[in-house]
């Protein structure tokens, strides 16, 4: 949006348009009209249209009107208002001098002896300094909308700027973090596997379960990297595989009993829908924390809490013994998985945080949960 730098044209009408009619309402009320009333009420429509592109210049013509009759007064100060709204103030008050001194002088042709020349001049002076600050504060009033609406524009285009790298870094977070998607599925596998290959005596019923396993857990790792693939390509919720309920979480912490690993888990959660917004990382924190207790404190006990309500925080707290010194296994893995997981947090609005203290390690995500 731009100031204009002239009226648009149904304001230019209406300003010609009332310039005529006060003209004419002047030469019906002039009791000795004469024919340079009437040339000057035709040259003040004149002046007003010249004042719809040259405001200064109709506005001093106007002026000079003025003198010769007082049938030109409204075109005059309607120039005044014009010259101080769309021109400069020092401009401005130029032309409203200009107009106070004529019809000074316009006292001389035309005397009224029913108001004495000091009276008509305080009238003059008041009226012509008072369109004078009406007009500038019409303009700064205009500028300062202006300035508002460009500055609102400005500011959307910003938060569009700032979505936009935040989807950006949000994808890329999604892609550093990628081998912790996979990494709770592929530990579940490994340690059937890893089952199977140290233990080829077992009975064929544990052999055809342990295979099982493997191979639903090598499905179900394909379908979450198909699902990171998808949040890396789609905006929609439909990448993410859908909302994520109590009864996912539910059915992570039964994989990981059925992997062995011993889950206590106390549900503070008073609803079976989790919001998208925080569903999918509060999945992914569970996911991670199962997978680091499985990897670096096997066979130790996990104690899960799980809390929150709308207009609250969602909060994931794990808890686990720590190896003792020398008996921790030695796993692969990027030691990235933390990291990951604190950025995906953070980009959530939440906060994660892992400390080691009196044997234990514990893991604890805090996310927003909106109303």
Do not use: C
């Amino acid at each position: 949006m731009t100031e204009r730098r002239h009226p648009r044209p149904a304001d230019a009408i209406l300003l010609v348009g009332g310039v005529a009619l006060l003209t004419a309402l002047g030469l019906w009320a002039r009791i000795d009209l004469g024919p340079l009333d009437v040339a000057v009420a035709v040259l003040s429509v004149g002046a007003a249209v010249v004042q719809v592109r040259r405001p200064v210049a109709g506005a001093f013509a106007a002026a000079v009107l003025a003198v010769l009759s007082p049938v030109a007064t409204p075109v005059a100060t309607i120039g005044a208002l014009q010259a101080a709204w769309r021109g400069r103030f020092r401009t401005a008050a130029a032309v409203a001098a200009a107009g106070v001194l004529a019809h000074l002088l316009q006292w001389r042709w035309y005397p009224n002896p029913a108001l004495g020349f000091e009276w008509w001049a305080l009238l003059v002076v008041v009226t012509y300094g008072a369109l004078l600050g009406w007009g500038a504060l019409a303009k700064a009033r205009r500028r300062l909308l202006i300035s508002l609406h460009e500055r609102a524009e400005r500011a959307e285009a910003e938060q569009g700027r700032r979505v936009a790298e935040a989807r950006a870094a949000e994808r890329r977070a999604l892609a550093r973090d990628m081998h912790d998607v996979l990494a709770n599925r592929l530990s579940l596998v490994a340690t059937h596997a890893g089952a199977l290959e140290f233990r080829p005596d077992a009975p064929p019923e544990k052999v055809a379960m342990a295979a099982g396993v493997v191979r639903d857990g090598v499905h179900q790792a394909l379908e979450e990297l198909r699902q990171v693939i998808g949040l890396l390509r789609e905006d929609d919720e439909a990448a993410t595989g859908g909302p994520v309920t109590v009864a996912d979480l539910e059915r992570l912490i039964e994989e990981s009993r059925a992997a062995g690993q011993t889950v206590e888990v106390r549900n503070a959660l008073s609803v079976a829908i989790l919001p998208p917004s925080i569903g999918r990382t509060a999945f992914r924190v569970l996911q991670e924390g199962l997978t680091n207790a499985r990897k670096h404190a096997a066979g130790s006990p996990v104690d899960l809490a799980l809390s929150g309500a709308p207009g609250t925080d969602l909060t994931v707290e794990l808890a686990n013994p720590l190896p003792a010194q020398g008996d921790a296994p030695v796993v692969p893995g990027s030691g990235l998985g933390l990291v990951g997981l604190t950025e995906r947090v953070r980009l959530a609005g939440g906060r994660l945080d892992h400390e080691r203290g009196d044997g234990r390690f514990r893991l604890r995500a805090r996310l927003p949960w909106p109303t």
